[in-house]
């Protein structure tokens, strides 16, 4: 046997770990990555004639295609089918999302904060279905190309009463050792210091109340914190911000720019008719 | 599927049979899997010639057998390969303290082994400057097994009067050219690209299920070849 050089052994391993479909509605297409707890190819559905992905799970993440098909949202990618491979790994089917992970978008801060809510959307169903995603990060938010933004990944998810151990990604993990809906709200926040890396003031301290250290100072759910960083979108009010008078001035001025500028323009005009007739 | 074994028992247990038959055997599974990375781990770590490096080779498997080495092992304080490495650091400190190449090569068994093979390997694909010798002796064990397994893929396929099967498997996953696809390969062998499929399927099936074959038979213990199957083939395997 001649040599085998690295890429070759590489191809080997992905040879390896390829699930063996021969007998089901799919042909293997290529594979698409490794993301938490399995590798997801991309398949053929012969019954449909189309393409979906297929994740090939690891061992001990069998809860995850159960925990996916609970949470049909429109932020969340949903889950068609799952099986048993013939070497007893197990599988589920989803809808294959064309596009690319947040971290390799580039968006300006409008668009971003807009994004940010719609996570904040998909994470506040999950946690009104006992879910907690606990890895959530930039590489793990999927912008469709039609603008779709989905929220993957759930491969180390878990019940959010269960107490489960800390898992995902440094930078985004929350301190505490046990897990709640609290700690997501956590990796919220680092998610949008990520979108958002100089904020301004408001912005700021919606930042650092989500990212608190103790859980019960950070806000009580992820729609509280959307509903922070809407008003922030909105010019008005922003709850985890004591504003100076300066500041709330500044919000007023740029929220109410119209009317102070027609406002302005009225009572130019006034004073100088008054003193044309005047003369 | 005439000669070839289903499933295969571990060598290293093999290797303290009482069946002198069955002993050889596992010294030849054993010498066929670690004598490349024994000889690169040599020329890298030492800075040996290539001739010295494969006296040394040479010499510690023909030591190995004759001592019985490996009987000593303990699969409760290191994976297999690791006590192997360690073993081969030791026999090598002795041999430069006692500086006597005569006597390295003097009373060994003489393997049959492809040293200008493996020398060649190792001048059209070095090693990178500042490589990590425990990692570079793990990368070279990796693909002795798969080189094994895919000599015992071929064989396979062949015994069973597919060897098209293993054709598909080097066409698409060990050397694909550009732009390798199903239909592009069925076009060439005159097959739809669905056979073409079930064949590439049959012929991973078989690979997972070799690669595995002969890593049990690398291991002591049921743990040790979970652990080594998951150092080689990742967090995908169970």
Request: net charge neutral; aromatic share 10%; glycine share 6%.
């Amino acid at each position: 046997m001649s040599f085998l050089p690295d890429p070759a052994l590489r191809r080997l391993r992905d040879a390896f770990d390829a699930p063996d479909l021969s007998d089901s509605r799919y042909t293997l297409l290529e594979p698409i990555g490794r993301g938490g707890m399995g590798a997801v190819y991309a398949v053929h559905d012969a019954a449909l004639d189309r393409r979906v992905a297929l994740k090939v799970i690891d061992a001990g993440a069998h809860a995850e295609s159960r925990i996916v098909a609970r949470l049909e949202h429109p932020g969340i990618v949903p889950v068609h089918d799952s099986g048993t491979l013939p070497d007893g790994r197990p599988y589920y089917v989803m809808k294959l999302v064309e596009g690319e992970p947040l971290h390799r978008v580039p968006l300006e801060m409008p668009e971003a904060l807009r994004v940010f809510l719609r996570v904040c959307d998909a994470i506040a169903f999950a946690h009104s279905r006992g879910i907690v995603h606990r890895d959530l990060k930039p590489e793990n938010i999927m912008i469709g190309r039609f603008g779709e933004v989905l929220v993957l990944d759930w491969g180390v998810a878990a019940e959010a009463h269960a107490g489960a151990p800390r898992a995902g990604t440094p930078g985004f993990q929350a301190p505490e050792p046990e897990v709640t809906a609290a700690s997501d709200i956590y990796s919220l926040g680092m998610l949008l210091r990520e979108l958002v890396p100089e904020p301004r003031p408001p912005l700021r301290s919606i930042i650092e109340r989500a990212t608190q250290q103790r859980p019960e100072a950070r806000y009580e759910s992820a729609a509280d914190l959307a509903r922070d960083v809407t008003a922030f979108l909105d010019g008005t009010r922003v709850q985890a911000h004591r504003e100076s008078l300066g500041e709330a001035a500044a919000r007023l001025a740029r929220k109410h720019q119209l009317w102070i500028v027609l406002i302005a323009t009225y009572l130019v005009l006034r004073t100088i008719l008054f003193f044309w007739f005047r003369r | 599927m005439s000669g070839f074994p289903t499933t295969r028992r571990s060598t290293v247990a093999r290797i303290a049979s009482i069946d002198g038959e069955e002993r050889r055997r596992a010294w030849e599974a054993l010498v066929s899997a670690y004598w490349k990375p024994v000889y690169k781990y040599s020329r890298l770590k030492w800075k040996l010639d290539p001739d010295h490096a494969a006296d040394l080779t040479q010499a510690f498997f023909a030591r190995a057998i004759e001592k019985d080495f490996f009987r000593s092992y303990d699969p409760a304080k290191a994976a297999f390969r690791t006590f192997l490495r360690m073993c081969l650091d030791g026999f090598a400190a002795n041999e430069f303290k006692a500086a006597s190449r005569q006597k390295r090569g003097g009373d060994a068994t003489l393997l049959s082994l492809d040293f200008q093979t493996a020398e060649g390997e190792l001048v059209e694909h070095p090693a990178a400057p500042n490589t990590d010798l425990d990692a570079l002796f793990h990368k070279e064990w990796v693909r002795s097994v798969f080189t094994l397994s895919v000599e015992d893929l071929r064989s396979l396929c062949e015994a069973r009067g597919k060897p098209i099967c293993f054709e598909i498997f080097r066409e698409y996953d060990l050397d694909p050219e550009d732009g390798v696809s199903y239909a592009r390969i069925g076009e060439r062998h005159r097959i739809p690209a669905t056979t073409v499929t079930n064949h590439l399927a049959f012929a991973r099936r078989e690979f997972r299920r070799l690669v595995l074959d002969r890593l049990r038979e690398m291991t002591a213990t049921d743990a040790e070849f979970r652990s080594e199957a998951r150092s080689i083939l990742g967090a995908g395997f169970e």
